[in-house]
């Protein structure tokens, strides 16, 4: 279902993507065709949870995003680590992790305040009780949604 990395001596494993996927500020979200044949990507805060293996996001209630995913929740999310133009070498020191998984938009009050907290603890550490009086107040104007993650690719030069 997925295409094998090309170059397989760039494969980056193991304990790094965990820590690329926590760190990395943000990353870019892939979504389908939409109506005018383009392909829409956008870069995006997330919070990643490792124990669900899932990426959270929020956002409006409506846009252009949430109206891709009802067409086709299939998506890919990229963050990119350090990197390292070699100018001499005509080359640059990567890495990146790539994320394939199905997004889902309708979740209950119970994981959009879960998805929320885990992204006030990865923004805003420290600010959470003021955090939990703005979720409340912004409720009902915020959307959430997240990616279940089925495959990972990740590649490096060092």
């Not at 760039?10 to 304990?15: C, F, K, S, V």
């Not at 760190?23 to 990507?41: I, V």
């Not at 992204?119 to 003021?130: D, Q, R």
Request: glycine residues 6%.
């Amino acid at each position: 279902m997925f295409r094998e990395i090309r170059r397989q001596n760039r494969i980056l494993e193991g304990d790094r993507i965990t820590e690329l996927l926590n760190t990395s500020e943000f990353g870019f979200l892939s979504l389908g065709t939409s109506e005018n044949g383009y392909a829409y990507g956008i870069p995006i805060s997330y919070a990643y949870e490792e124990e669900t293996n899932s990426l959270f996001f929020h956002c409006a209630l409506e846009g252009q995003k949430l109206d891709e995913i009802k067409k086709n929740n299939k998506v890919s999310f990229c963050v990119v680590g350090k990197t390292n133009p070699i100018a001499d070498e005509f080359t640059t020191l990567y890495e990146s992790v790539i994320a394939f998984g199905d997004a889902h938009i309708d979740l209950s009050d119970d994981e959009k305040r879960k998805a929320l907290r885990l992204l006030v603890k990865k923004y805003s550490a420290g600010f959470e009780e003021i955090a939990e009086k703005y979720m409340d107040k912004s409720w009902n104007r915020t959307a959430v949604f997240k990616i279940e993650i089925k495959h990972i690719t990740a590649k490096a030069k060092y």
